[in-house]
């Protein structure tokens, strides 16, 4: 069975809900990690990506997330991430940002909702082509 974890949030503990499936999961933490190689051509390389639960009932435990959707709503920006391979290879992984498919562009994406240590934090990197102050990357911060 695939995962559909979707994270909600206003901005506040409140507002913050995390499901699976239509269940709700009464987590401790969400972290999610995804990091490609681009260069300044916009050449994709290698690349590495963690997405994990830690629950409430095991707090020492990871669960991953994948495979199957994760969809995060947050105030003005929403991302789905997929990945149904049922070994959950890198390369099946793609990204949407505001409904536009950003896989090729995304050089990093980070979440990261601790309600232990009070953590919320993430934000998305894409590579914007060549242009010319040199820089091509531009982050969004996210929460």
């Known amino acids: 069975m695939f995962n559909n974890v979707v ?3 206003q901005g506040d503990w409140d507002s913050t809900t995390l499901t699976n499936n239509d269940a709700e999961v009464q987590a401790n933490r969400l972290y999610v990690q995804f990091q490609q190689q681009i260069d300044k051509k916009g050449n994709r ?3 590495e990506f963690t997405a994990i639960v830690r629950t409430q009932d095991n707090p020492d435990d990871d669960t991953g997330v994948f495979p199957g959707t994760l969809t995060i709503n947050v105030p003005n920006h929403a991302i ?3 990945n149904t391979d049922p070994h959950f290879a890198f390369e099946q992984t793609r990204i949407e940002y505001q409904e536009i498919d950003v896989t090729e562009s ?4 980070h979440l990261e909702v601790d309600s ?3 953590i919320v934090q993430g934000y998305i990197t894409l590579w ?3 242009i010319a102050t040199n820089e091509p990357y531009e982050t ?3 929460l």
């Open 7 to 9: 994270f909600t949030t």
């Open 45 to 47: 390389g290698e690349g």
């Open 80 to 82: 789905v991430i997929r």
């Open 106 to 109: 995304v050089s990093e994406f």
């Open 116 to 118: 232990v240590d009070n």
């Open 128 to 130: 914007q082509g060549p």
């Open 140 to 142: 969004f911060t996210i």
